[in-house]
């Protein structure tokens, strides 16, 4: 009987998904918990493994199609499952026997059916077959051991590429020509619910960014004196975001406004503090949150954000890793950004930009000095946040991060 694959619930409050690339084509044999096929949703992209070992029968949802949660978008068929005709077992036990002999001469035509109806797939190949959305059982195996190669797939591409293109060649000539052309693509999930919440962002919350300036120099002399002592105990590197965090747990515990939300006509104050921290993933920025940031050393934050970093970048983040932030920073620096008014993640009440270390000259007691200066910028909801209010929290993220000892000592 055939194994049905559905789509898994994937998050709150989501109730469907759009399906991403086929990690498996169909025909090939997958082993348990062995990724098949990736899932978007608007808050996360997710692998779904497969529930047992068998061979992918029929794929009915393809790449970009929508799926409910629960609906079967696949066929397996288990791997010790009897067989329809009993002489099959007998044509597919030769094989092995028949590989020592299969270098020596072309003569064993009865062989071939069997190794091109089952063929041994190599994993570049599989991953080959899955981009050109083509089926093993079509490829003809040259491997040793009727092992199914990358180059026997490209070659069959390329045999049947003159009947694919030879229909439709006409029409595309004239977009050509041109130079002017277009290409479509349709938002990821992900990508069209970032846009639907920075829209209502902007209608619904009434946005107003103060900003101020930062002298890096105490940071950066922190950085340089500890980062061995630091990356030999801890293994990671010592960076700025971690001295931001703890700036901003500190700011927030000050101006708790800033850590609020309007919640119909109420006002709801929080008192933990999960930090969203924006980070650039493989379908989008992404903003995953570190929970309960306050009470985490600068070695637990560094460790956390690179871990979520790297996530991001893969697509393996957890969609409530990415739910019930209460304030976000976003380092739009490491991408060389100047100065922008970043926007508030809603429901969340308040943004902190960071952006690139520049020298630039400054005065000093008097004198003019070359100092790594850094713009940051804090957007937040004026309904709930005064103009009081934000310059405070700002004035005192620039004296944590000048004086990072009062971090330790709370003054």
Do not use: C
Not at 81 to 105: C, D, F, I, L, N
């Amino acid at each position: 009987m055939p194994i049905e694959l559905k789509v898994p619930a994937v998050g709150e409050s989501i109730t469907e998904v759009e399906i991403g690339d086929w990690l498996k084509p169909e025909g090939a044999t997958v082993a348990k918990d062995e990724n098949v096929v990736t899932l978007e949703s608007e808050k996360a992209t997710v692998e779904l493994p497969s529930p047992a070992a068998g061979k992918l029968t029929k794929i009915l949802k393809q790449k970009g199609q929508r799926a409910a949660i629960g609906e079967v978008i696949a066929h397996l068929e288990p791997v010790d499952a009897p067989t329809t005709k009993s002489a099959t077992p007998q044509k597919e036990s030769p094989p092995p026997a028949q590989k020592p002999s299969e270098p020596v001469g072309n003569g064993e035509r009865t062989a071939t059916p069997a190794r091109e109806t089952k063929p041994f797939v190599m994993p570049a190949a599989e991953r080959e077959l899955a981009t050109r959305q083509m089926k093993a059982e079509d490829v003809q195996a040259t491997g040793p051991g009727g092992r199914l190669l990358k180059e026997d797939v490209e070659r069959q591409a390329e045999s049947a590429a003159p009947e694919i293109t030879k229909a439709p060649q006409p029409a595309p000539a004239p977009v050509t020509t041109s130079g002017r052309e277009e290409e479509v693509v349709p938002m990821s999930p992900l990508r069209r619910a970032v846009a639907k919440h920075l829209v209502e962002a902007q209608q619904n919350a009434a946005l107003l960014t103060t900003i101020n300036e930062i002298d890096m120099s105490a940071v950066m002399a922190l950085r340089k004196e500890f980062q061995p002592a630091f990356q030999e105990k801890y293994d990671i590197k010592l960076g700025i975001m971690s001295f931001f965090v703890k700036a901003a747990v500190d700011a927030l515990k000050l101006v708790p406004q800033v850590n609020s939300e309007v919640r119909g006509d109420n006002i709801v104050y929080r008192n933990y503090y999960d930090i969203g921290v924006a980070v650039g993933g493989g379908k989008g920025l992404v903003v995953p949150v570190l929970r309960n940031a306050e009470r985490l050393s600068f070695a637990e934050i560094e460790k956390a954000i690179a871990a979520l970093a790297t996530r991001a970048k893969n697509n393996k983040l957890k969609p409530e890793e990415l739910q019930g932030g209460t304030f976000t920073i976003s380092n739009g620096g490491i991408y060389g950004s100047l100065l922008s008014t970043p926007i508030v993640n809603p429901p969340q009440s308040g943004i902190l930009g960071l952006h690139t270390i520049q020298d630039r000259p400054v005065a000093r007691d008097g004198n003019v000095v070359i100092r790594p200066m850094m713009y940051v910028a804090l957007t937040y909801d004026h309904r709930v946040v005064d103009g009081r209010e934000a310059v405070t929290f700002l004035k005192r993220i620039k004296e944590v991060v000048e004086s990072p000892p009062r971090i330790l000592l709370e003054v």
